[in-house]
């Protein structure tokens, strides 16, 4: 019943929303005439200017900030969710990919690739129809209260939110070690240095609290990654070229590698299944479409540029340097390319992190403040706890990141654990028990009932798979002092989490995070 009620004030708000949203699109100042609104008596409200202060506020006013507010989060069309979607998509740990090619062989490695990132569209598609049935689905959480009750809203709630703290802390890793690597740390400066000058960039570029806002950094983020991508490709090709022998001579496979173990060959396809892991934000992003309905679009996009980028970059870079590359991949391509190569790409790693921290801060402000103007950002006070909510996140990722020496494996183990869900058992479960029309039996679905059961297992095996290679790593490997020289720590620069761990002996085959 409780959650009925919610659902239907939920409704009605975005239905609100909708009319609020037409009625202003051609209007030059952005707001409706507050006079039009219904003249119901004014009263106490607080509208953030005068911190802890009550005072009588006409009702016109707080209509104003209502329409404000609503306009604001309701901007985003189909081609910007694009970019969102992209931004949180693909990171460094794309060029990662041509490693998993080496122990797979490249025609398992072109099939894992094209075939997973078919699934993972698909298990978007999903959860895209279950936002168009729900539109009360403002976050992940809302959908885990929709399947278990109370429960599944918190624990999806801790979960979501979790992990995506452990992202933001994840980004603020990879940016202290590539800072690192650029400078080749020539002054023996302390990584700790490095991490807070990475901290402050997140939390700057988090400022904007709308997805739409967050879009046109989008843009730089998705030319920065393509560009090191790209800058890899050409700098391998060539040095392949010059080589005794030429491309001819590159030891490359079709075929899975000799001795090939299971574990390493399941570790292998995780990596593959990871890079396609969107789906995690996406009920977060749709909340703010002005047409829900055109996700299709933005997923079928997304979905072909990402097949496109990995399958290329997988293929392309271990058919030019073969078996022995390196993770990730630009690391192969010699120490002056490869630090051009990091510095083009420190854009993804900072925009890339800080859609993780907005996404996050509008979950929880929107919990905190659901019935409050206060989580339209803007009024003062909406600012300032805006701001202050940012800050703290990112101080906890900040602290999470630089106190725990086995971070990176321990965000391995929470992506398994919770990233199969979110990306593929989840939406599977979400068809089984509200999409599916009849019975999952029937002969209309017994198509669509053998993909969500193929998605189940996949996240399934994830779940098992990588969370005991994460763990296996924590036991294995010693935990590394937390000031040094980052330059000269080529084990610490293989935990970040989108440099997979390729240097670190006597061990099993290290599971990678795309993030």
Request: hydrophobic share 50%; net charge negative; with cysteine.
């Amino acid at each position: 019943m409780e959650y009925s009620q919610d659902l239907e004030r939920r409704a009605a708000d975005n239905e609100k929303t909708l009319d609020v949203a037409k009625n202003i699109s051609d209007s030059s100042s952005g707001y409706l005439d507050p006079r039009q609104s219904p003249g119901a008596a004014a009263g106490p409200y607080n509208d953030g200017s005068e911190v802890g202060e009550v005072r009588q506020v006409p009702s016109h006013v707080l209509r104003q900030k209502e329409v404000e507010g609503h306009a604001a989060f309701k901007r985003l069309g189909w081609k910007r969710l694009t970019i969102v979607l992209i931004v949180e998509a693909i990171a460094l740990g794309s060029l990662s990919l041509p490693q998993a090619f080496a122990a797979l062989g490249m025609v398992a490695g072109v099939i894992c690739s094209i075939g997973l990132g078919i699934i993972a569209v698909y298990a978007s598609y999903v959860v895209g129809q279950l936002k168009l049935m729900f539109p009360q689905i403002s976050h992940y959480a809302d959908a885990g209260k929709l399947m278990f009750g109370r429960i599944g809203y918190e624990i999806f709630g801790f979960m979501f939110t979790l992990q995506l703290i452990f992202l933001v802390g994840s980004h603020v890793l990879t940016g202290t070690i590539m800072w690192g690597n650029i400078t080749d740390n020539g002054n023996g400066t302390c990584s700790i240095v490095f991490s807070v000058v990475s901290a402050i960039i997140l939390f700057l570029l988090a400022i904007p609290p709308s997805f739409a806002e967050m879009a046109i950094l989008g843009y730089i983020d998705f030319v920065s990654i393509v560009a090191a991508i790209l800058i890899t490709m050409i700098a391998t090709g060539v040095t392949a070229s010059d080589q005794p022998g030429g491309l001819a001579a590159v030891n490359w496979s079709a075929w899975p590698k000799e001795d090939l173990a299971l574990p390493e060959a399941f570790i292998a396809i995780c990596n593959i299944v990871f890079a396609y892991s969107f789906a995690l934000c996406q009920f977060s992003f749709m909340d703010e479409m002005h047409t829900p309905a055109d996700f299709t679009k933005s997923i079928m996009t997304l979905g072909g540029i990402e097949i496109v980028i990995y399958t290329l970059t997988g293929a392309i870079i271990y058919s030019f340097v073969g078996v022995d590359v390196q993770a990730p991949a630009l690391l192969s391509a010699g120490p002056l390319i490869s630090k051009i190569a990091f510095g083009v790409a420190l854009p993804v790693i900072f925009i890339s992190g800080s859609i993780n921290t907005v996404v996050v801060g509008r979950y929880i402000e929107e919990r905190l403040f659901k019935n409050s103007v206060i989580r339209y950002v803007n009024t003062p006070m909406g600012w300032a706890v805006w701001l202050g909510l940012n800050a703290v996140i990112t101080i906890i990722a900040w602290v999470i990141a630089e106190a725990i020496p086995f971070f990176s494996d321990l965000l391995a183990i929470s992506s398994s654990l919770f990233i199969s869900g979110f990306t593929f058992y989840f939406p599977a479960l979400m068809w089984f028990m509200f999409i599916k029309e009849g019975k999952w039996y029937e002969r209309k679905n017994w198509l669509l009932a053998s993909v969500n059961v193929l998605c189940f297992v996949i996240g399934i095996i994830v779940l098992v798979v990588g969370t005991y290679a994460a763990a296996e790593d924590i036991v294995s490997v010693g935990l590394p002092p937390r000031c040094r020289k980052i330059s000269t720590d080529r084990s610490l620069l293989s935990r970040s989490t989108d440099m997979p761990r390729e240097t670190w002996p006597s061990r099993s085959p290290a599971l990678t995070i795309e993030l």
